[in-house]
DNA sequence: TCCTATTGTTTCGACTCGATACGATTTCCC
DNA sequence: GGGAAATCGTATCGAGTCGAAACAATAGGA
């Protein structure tokens, strides 16, 4: 067997690993997901579309996982009142406490047993992998705001950080956060 | 965000699209790790009770999707004369025909464009955070028969090779393939 | 022979997921 | 301004996943 196939092999293997143990207080591999991510995504991108985009999923599939979410009072939606075909995702504060106990914390700890060296050669490694295989999928690479070629630094005036794209102002928080609009500086 | 958080995540979102990649020709993601497994699988290993050690799933679920495949007549299941508890499953000839369209096969060839010093790093580490899981999961390795501590290779006088746990015959072909036994030597 | 462990199957309920059809808006363009 | 087209999200369907739990059948030991 070939160093890809057991590259392919393991990828897969590690996957599905992570899926089982992902079944953890009631909620769903893909819930834990969706969670994840809204903890992580800036006010642009707390929104149906842009997860549907994250996840690679189909709008529907993303629908009923939001609903199962909503229905555990874990997020919440709410219609944007200037474009109402809109819908703001928040966590609730029950979402945000559930994400302590994210089942995601077990595969950190193994990444912390690897050493440095192997640790450092995985990290870019993988970046590498994901970075080949969305670029094909057009799937986006949602990098954080702060590092986007639309971002634009508070000025010495003590002005907010701005985005250029969506011309809007952004919180210190929302800059370090994920961005659906993000497109990497050149 | 730790060079640690950063692997954790990638290796779930990998794992996702992977799994969305993989419904391909009317199959599941976790029809075609079955299906793969028996390809896989020696004859010892080639039974329900294996597959569900591998998946790491119950084995309700594990009875289920057996019977998916088998419907599709991908697969054959056939009681043990000796111990009629056990099931011998075997890839029928559409079943081994499918597997050639085996969506894993794309993520080998992002493997590939990866370059030799960064495939042969992410192949070590990999292998190395999957024993560590694994370990830890009460999951077995899943090694190759040839490496096992119980494997006997033929001796001088043509004998063919021997399984000295189960005190079975072993052609060529099976002792190269994935045996549920498999301890490794030490 | 009875007791117990092993191996699989079945059933249940909640959820996933693609596909498809819909329902609201909003936008574009004549 | 008004109608078509695009956008964003929801509802429904069918096959499948998945854990949990109950259930069968068989094997093996006391």
């Known amino acids: 067997m070939s ?9 897969e293997r590690l996957g ?8 953890v207080a009631g909620l769903k591999p893909t819930q834990w997901e969706a969670l994840r991510y809204l903890a992580r995504a800036n006010k642009f991108s707390r929104n149906p579309k842009a997860l549907t985009v ?5 709008k529907g599939t993303v629908s009923q996982t939001l609903n199962a979410l909503d229905r555990k009072n874990l997020i919440t939606k709410k ?7 809109n819908v703001h995702l928040e966590l609730t504060r029950p979402g945000k406490l559930l994400l302590e ?6 595969i950190r700890k193994k990444a912390e047993s690897l050493g440095k ?38 000025a010495a005036g003590g002005n907010p950080h701005r985005c250029a794209l969506l011309d809007a102002p952004l919180s210190v928080e929302d800059s370090a956060q994920i961005c659906v609009e993000a497109e990497i500086r050149n």
């Open 101 to 106: 106990k994210d089942p995601i914390a077990t």
């Open 16 to 23: 599905r690993v992570f899926q089982n143990d992902a079944h």
């Open 3 to 11: 160093e890809s196939d057991e590259i392919a092999v393991i990828l």
């Open 54 to 58: 994250y996840l690679g999923m189909t």
């Open 79 to 85: 219609t944007d009142m200037i474009d109402r075909r």
């Open 117 to 154: 060296t192997n640790r450092s050669a995985l990290s870019g490694a993988l970046k590498q992998l994901l970075g080949a295989i969305l670029s094909e999928h057009d799937g986006r690479a949602f990098s954080v705001c702060k590092t986007c070629r639309y971002f634009r630094g508070r």
